[in-house]
């Protein structure tokens, strides 16, 4: 079983990447972002709870991400592993899924972190606004999104690097040159 933390910046490229590995290595993807998207479609109590914080550019509350992220865990049997897409975002969440794993005798094999250029972050964000109508894919959400990572998630980085898991890739270039390096990362720790 291979358990993959797929972390960085929004735009970064994890669900890009994410549908790659899926399909080399056939794990789950779970995605936050799109679980609380499908929450929101919904019109769960979650989804209306999440729309606020997800508008804003801010983070869903850790209790409420973590419960979700737990009871999805529970919903497969035997399964070859486990891409963590946009997830754990806080050393909290980090702490929570490691505690929740360990119980399971289960462990992050790797974190994986793709470094882009703020330029390049809001470039792609925007046009993807554009194309798609994403409702956080607007200038200024996007600007607060880009801060809420380097306040709130960065610090995720050092509890993987204390545990010798992180890895840091350059997440520039085309998707194709992007996947080998991750390839070549994802090889080296299994
Ligand atoms: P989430 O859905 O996780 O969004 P994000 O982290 O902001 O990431 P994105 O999906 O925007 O980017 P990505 O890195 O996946 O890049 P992608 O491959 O899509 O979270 C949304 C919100 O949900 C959060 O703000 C928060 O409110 C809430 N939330 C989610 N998880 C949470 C958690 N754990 N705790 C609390 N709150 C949480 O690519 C982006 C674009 O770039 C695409 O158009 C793509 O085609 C393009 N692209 C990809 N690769 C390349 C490349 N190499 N060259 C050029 N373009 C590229």
Partial sequence: MI???????????????SQKLIDKY???????GDILRNEISEGTELGVKAKKFMDAGELV??????????HKLTEY????????DGFPRT????????????????????MITLEVPCEELISRLVKRGEE???????????????EVYLQQSKPVID??????????????GTIDEIFDRIVCAVEACI
Avoid: W
């Fill in 77 to 84: 049997d035997d399964p070859m592993g486990f891409i963590f």
């Fill in 26 to 32: 056939g794990l789950i993807h779970l995605s936050t």
């Fill in 3 to 17: 358990n993959i933390v797929l972390f960085g910046p929004p735009g970064s490229g994890k669900g890009t990447q």
């Fill in 61 to 70: 509350p850790d209790a409420d991400v973590i419960a979700m992220v737990i």
């Fill in 132 to 146: 798609t109508g994403r409702s956080d894919d607007e200038r200024s959400i996007i600007e607060k999104r880009l």
């Fill in 91 to 110: 050393p909290e969440q980090a702490r929570s899924i490691r505690h929740s794993l360990t119980d399971k005798d289960l462990r992050i094999n790797i």
């Fill in 159 to 172: 509890f993987y690097d204390k545990m010798r898991k992180y890895v840091a890739i350059d997440g520039m």
